[in-house]
């Protein structure tokens, strides 16, 4: 099977103008399944795609597994954090949240265009306040800060991996050359900022050389 997990304030059709659904493909619904999605067992033949939030929890899902699959492709994921790391992430974290639950949706939408990652591209979701707050839930129950990375578990089955990133997304653009490249993951690089799915011809291509479209 193919699995795809959309990212926060995404839903399952964001995946739609980058693959061919057939009986072989299952998109995740983040929302609806956020508390059962990280017992997701995987079979050996699975491929799991994830963007963002949806990376992180492919990856923590495919590391629960073993990395028992396939593939693992991950858009715009964090590889995750040093230890040193996550005091800061929780602060972070918790500044979020706050304005997830206090902030309207255009001053929300306001601070979160601002942030590094995103260099200036704006949200395409139909962003309202029940989604807000639904994402806040999601967001606390995904924090980064909870999943802890296993980089001896990426080295060992680095030819099941591979990352996509954007090269206007410089935050995460260097997470990835330093944790990642050394490692020998394979690593493409698409003209666009954290948001690669914008780019929605390149990533379909991508994903058909990759056998999964």
């Known amino acids: ?27 995740h619904d983040l929302y609806s399944e956020e508390e059962t999605i990280l017992g997701q067992r995987t079979e050996s033949q699975d491929i799991l795609v994830g963007y963002s939030m949806g990376g992180r929890i492919a990856l923590e899902v495919a590391k629960r597994n073993n990395f028992n699959l396939s593939q693992l492709i991950l858009l715009s994921a ?8 996550i005091g800061n992430r929780k602060i972070w974290e918790d500044q979020v949240l706050y304005k997830m639950l206090n902030l309207n949706v255009t001053e929300f939408e306001k601070f979160w265009n601002s942030l590094e990652l995103f260099n200036s591209s704006m949200m395409n979701q139909n962003l309202d306040e029940n989604l807000l707050r639904k994402s806040a839930a999601l967001f606390d129950c995904f924090r980064l800060s909870q999943m802890i990375p296993q980089y001896s ?28 490249s050394p490692l020998g993951i394979e690593i493409f690089y698409l003209e666009t900022d954290h948001r690669v799915l914008t780019a929605s011809m390149e990533v379909r291509e991508l994903l058909r050389r990759k056998g999964v479209s």
């Open 1 to 27: 099977m193919k699995h795809f997990y959309h990212g926060l304030f995404g839903s399952p059709s964001d995946w739609n103008p980058v693959i061919n659904q057939d009986n072989g493909v299952i998109l």
């Open 153 to 180: 578990h990426y080295s060992e089955f680095k030819n099941k991996i591979t990352w996509i990133i954007g090269n206007r997304d410089l935050k995460y653009k260097e997470l990835i050359e330093q944790r990642i």
């Open 78 to 85: 964090h590889p995750g954090l040093r230890e040193d790391e």
